[in-house]
C-alpha cells in the first residue's frame, strides 16, 4: 500500500545519541532489506537551491529542440550534456531488448577534478568536461548549487548507512571522499502517440552506483519497484522528501543483503488527464573511481563466502552506462 512507504526523519538521526543512532540504523537496514527504496525527509537542503535548479531544468527543457541540442553529448556514450529523446533504453543495462526510453535529459558530472588523477579512463569517461548550456540565465549556478547539497547529503546518508551495517559512522568516508557522482534532469514529455510495444519512459533497471536521491514531480505517478511478491507498486513522492534507493554496488557492499531494486517509469494513458508531462531530479551517487567494492565484514555469517568478486567503481559505472546508450548510425 502507498501509506506503507517509508518516510526517514535524517534530522532525528543526525540529532540522537549513539544508542539512539543505532536503533534508527536497525529501521534502515530493515527497509534496505526488503525493498531498497525509502523517503528521506528532515535533510535540511534548503528550499530554494530546490526550487532553483527545479525551475532551471524546466526552462532548458522548455526550449526547442535546436537550443537544446547544442549542448547535445558529442558522441553516443559520453556521459554529460543534452541527450535528446530516442537515444538510451535503461533496460538494456538488465540484458533486454527494448525501444528507447520515452525521455530526454541533461546530465552533468563532478564539479572538480581531483588533484593529481591521472588515470585516462576516469579523465575521459566520470570527469569527462559537462557541456553547460548558455540559456536559461542562471542553470548552471543553479545546478552546481543543487550538486552540491546533493553530494553533502548523501555522504550523510552513507553514515546512516554504515550505521545499519553495524560499521563506524564514518566507515564509508575514505572510499567517496572523491565521489565519481553525477546529476541528471529528466523530462518525460507529455505522451500523444502511442508507445512501441515494450517501451516505457524508463525501461526497468536497477542503479548502478551506491544511492539515488531522486526528487519526483510533485502529484507526479508513473515511477514503480518491483516488489519482493513479484509485483509492480508505485513510489509516491512524499511532499519535503526525496526517495531514496539503493543500488548495484551497495548491493554488492552487503552481500545482497540489501535490495538493488529493479523499477521503472511506465506509461501516462494516452489521451487521460495522465498523459501529462513529468519531470525529476536524480543524483546517483557513486563511490571515488579507484574504489574496490568488496563484501563488508558484517555482512558475511560465519563459514559463508561472497557471492560475487570485487570490481572497481569506476570501470563498473563505465560498463554499464555504455550498454544503455544507443549505437552510432
Known sequence: MVAAFPVFDLSRFEQSDIAGRKLLGREVDEICRTTG??????????????????????????????????????????????????TEALAKSKGADTPPDLKESFNGGPLS?????????????????????????????AWKAYYAAMEDLAAR???????????????????ID??????????????????????LRAGAHTDYGSLTILLPQPGSGGLQIYTPEGDWREVPPVDGAFVIN????????????????????????VGSAKSSRRQSLAFFHQPNWHQEIACIETCLEPGQQPRYQPVQSGPYL????????????
Open 37 to 86: 527504496f525509502l523517503a528521506i525527509s528532515g535533510h535540511s537542503v534548503p528550499r530554494a537551491v530546490i526550487d532553483a535548479a527545479w525551475l532551471k531544468a524546466r526552462a532548458f527543457f522548455d526550449q526547442s529542440a535546436e537550443v537544446k541540442d547544442k549542448v547535445r553529448a558529442p558522441y553516443p556514450g559520453y556521459p554529460y550534456g543534452y541527450l535528446g529523446p530516442g
Open 157 to 175: 546518508i552513507m553514515r546512516v548507512f554504515a550505521t545499519a551495517l553495524d560499521m563506524p559512522e564514518d566507515y564509508f568516508q575514505p572510499m
Open 318 to 329: 563505465m560498463g554499464k552506462f555504455n550498454a544503455t546508450v544507443k549505437p552510432a548510425a
Open 178 to 199: 572523491r565521489p565519481i557522482s553525477a546529476l541528471r534532469a529528466l523530462n518525460y514529455p507529455e505522451t500523444d502517440t502511442p508507445p512501441l510495444a515494450g517501451q
Open 113 to 141: 577534478v581531483p588533484e593529481g588523477l591521472v588515470d585516462p579512463q576516469a579523465l575521459a569517461f566520470c570527469y569527462a568536461e559537462t557541456i553547460w548550456p548558455d540559456s536559461p540565465d542562471g542553470f548552471v549556478s
Open 246 to 269: 539503493i543500488g548495484d554496488l551497495m548491493a554488492l557492499w552487503t552481500n545482497d543483503r540489501w535490495v538493488s531494486t529493479l523499477h521503472r517509469v511506465v506509461n501516462p494513458d
